[in-house]
Antibody
Framework: QVQLVQSGAEVKKPGASVKVSCKVS????????IYWVRQAPGKGLEWMGG????????IYAQKFQGRVTTTEDTSTDTAYMEVNSLRSEDTAVYYC??????????????WGQGTLVTVSS | QSVLTQPPSVSAAPGQKVTISCSGS????????VSWYQQLPGTAPKLLMY???KRPSGIPDRLSGSKSGTSATLGITGLQTGDEADYYC???????????FGGGTNLTVL
């Protein structure tokens, strides 16, 4: 059974960077595509990006291109998402998730518990 | 503005039925599978329905999903107070080459 466990809450100043981790257990990270979704306070879910099996590369939602980077350490089965040039609007809970679908995702499960990132001066 | 449109809120009495709609276009709902998620306050989303009308293991059969054209619907019968949550639809958008979610629907069981 796949479990995703994320790193703890972070407080950052505007302009800084944050790196959130997502440790996979129950499966090898090499077998699982990881996706990232965020949720601003009181707002809905917003897909950020993840592995696209059809292109064989990481893809990002347009608004995050150039400012978000995802990486993986297969030796520890841990995925990372880094957001640069943080601004107050990036204050949100960041989730990692995965899918059991081969090919483009048609669903996401399970989800990590979420990591609250607060951007404040 | 979300690419997928959901009603902001729905409500019904315990034991009653409610439906939540998710409206999109041919680039998303119309040509891709839709999934539904339940988010209880302060928790991570949970998959409720996948590939339009399939229930994951452990999801009761009082939940149902359907899709017609560019709209999808989640139905919940026999409402319980424990069903009070936010519900989100999601699907791949072929034009955006990105996954998209609806804006979410808050369900109140009166």
């Amino acid at each position: 059974q796949v479990q995703l466990v994320q790193s703890g809450a972070e407080v950052k100043k505007p302009g800084a960077s944050v790196k959130v981790s997502c440790k996979v257990s129950g499966y090898s990270l090499t077998e699982l595509p990881i996706y990232w979704v965020r949720q601003a306070p009181g707002k809905g879910l917003e897909w950020m990006g993840g592995f696209d099996p059809e292109d064989g590369e990481i893809i990002y939602a347009q608004k995050f291109q150039g400012r978000v980077t995802t990486t993986e350490d297969t030796s520890t089965d841990t995925a990372y998402m880094e957001v640069n040039s943080l601004r107050s609007e990036d204050t949100a809970v960041y989730y990692c998730t995965t899918t059991g679908v081969e090919g483009r995702p048609t669903w996401f499960a399970p989800w990590g518990q979420g990591t609250l990132v607060t951007v404040s001066s | 503005q979300s690419v997928l449109t959901q009603p902001p809120s729905v409500s019904a009495a315990p034991g009653q039925k409610v439906t939540i709609s998710c409206s999109g276009s041919s680039s998303n709902v119309g040509n891709n599978y839709v999934s539904w998620y339940q988010q209880l306050p302060g928790t991570a989303p949970k998959l409720l329905m996948y590939e339009n009308d399939k229930r994951p293991s452990g999801i009761p059969d009082r939940l149902s999903g359907s899709k017609s054209g560019t709209s999808a619907t989640l139905g919940i019968t026999g409402l319980q107070t424990g069903d009070e949550a936010d519900y989100y639809c999601g699907t791949w958008d072929s034009s955006l080459s990105a996954w998209v979610f609806g804006g979410g629907t808050n369900l109140t069981v009166l």
